[in-house]
């Protein structure tokens, strides 16, 4: 029996792809083993989009390869892509796959023995103009799929190396959307997560044109799950009618956004290469809120991007502490080699940028209570992903991104419950009783 283990970095684009090589792996007869089982094959699905990241992706490959000294040690994702010389010169690796070649990962394995570091392709994703084939698979709990439609990215961030390691944009046709939704929904799953790497860039590589919301009002049309989640979306693609579909009755679509600002601060805006001011961020934010009730928003920011002010910080801070956001992820700036900002002088300094993170964290926190202190007396509902007899307790996630715990053991796995939302205890846990 052929065994194998993939350990994935980063983004929900990853877990996707990831869950896909699985998925062929095991229609190829590999058999995926527990972390505690030596594998035969060990795949580790790196990130770079931050320098952590990159560090983190060559302490991911040299712990596999300590911890599986007679496994075949395979690396793909961005940092093999973006840095396929220093990955190679790491004893132990096995093989080098590159983005292109990730979905052939069963008949790569079969043409590269431990110790021999064939390198698949890793030669630039710019010429690649087809969207990728790749199965949508479940994740491991079983309600829900991570359904990526879009892969790459025509902009080009001063301080972003994806577009560099992802290529040019690329969608999955709308039928091909439809037909992967329907059998995802004939075979059990309740929600879908459509992601991409620049998902409103969606359809526009296309002939014919289209564009994500008409995507999505195509899915309202005639679906075929039970909810739709969208990933991280720019401010700039989000329209009247997109807004419409998420508030629809029906629910389809989750009331959930995360939207990336990176920084409050105009000049620091432009510097990064966004295409927006702090003043339309702000309407945006504003425009969903009041259209929709209980939206669950995200936002993304930088910290210490170079030349990032105490006074350009706090128009930040400020900025985010006056809308009506539900969470933040916080990045500090990392300057990654090959990309314009790596150059930019006024550097500000690790400390400052550390403590500027923290601050922001903080207010993410706050921000994050004060929501679900909202939900307080509300009406959600929730798709259980766990239900632990043991403590009489199920949990799972409601649409606008809360994870709430329901007290009633006769609450079942992948079942979709309406809950009344009772309480929030001291660490944030969030409970309710099934209506």
Known sequence: MKTYRIITLGCKVNQCESAAMGHLLEAHGWTRT????????????????????????RQAIRQAIRNNPDAKVVVTGCYAQTAA???RVIEGVDQIIGHRDKMRIADLLSVSAPGSCLTGSTGSPH?????????????QARTRAF???????????????????????????????????SRLGAAGLREVVLTGIHLGAYGMDLDPSTHLTALLASLVDAPSVDRIRISSIEPTEIDSRMIQLINHPDRLICRHFHIPLQSGANELLQRMGRPYDRDFFKQTIEKIHHHIRDVAIGVDVIAGFPGESEEAFMQTYGLIESLPISYLHVFPFSPRKGTPAAAFKEKVPQKITKERS???????????????????????????EKADQSTGYASGLSDNYVQVFISGINVKENSLVTVHIERIDQDGTVYGHRV
């Open 127 to 139: 010429d690649q103009a087809i969207f990728p084939a790749m199965p949508a698979v479940a994740d």
């Open 147 to 181: 359904l990526k439609i879009q892969d790459g990215c025509d902009t080009r961030c001063t301080y972003c190396i994806v577009p560099y390691a992802r290529g040019r944009s690329r969608s999955m046709p709308p039928e091909d959307v439809r037909a992967h939704l």
């Open 34 to 57: 527990s972390d505690a089982e030596l594998p035969d094959v060990l795949v580790v699905n790196t990130c770079t989009v931050t320098s952590k990241a990159g560090m983190q992706s």
């Open 85 to 87: 010389d220093e990955v």
């Open 358 to 384: 923290k601050r922001l964290r903080e207010l993410g926190e706050k921000k994050r209570s004060a929501f679900h202190r909202s939900m307080i007396g509300r009406t959600l509902t929730v798709l259980i």
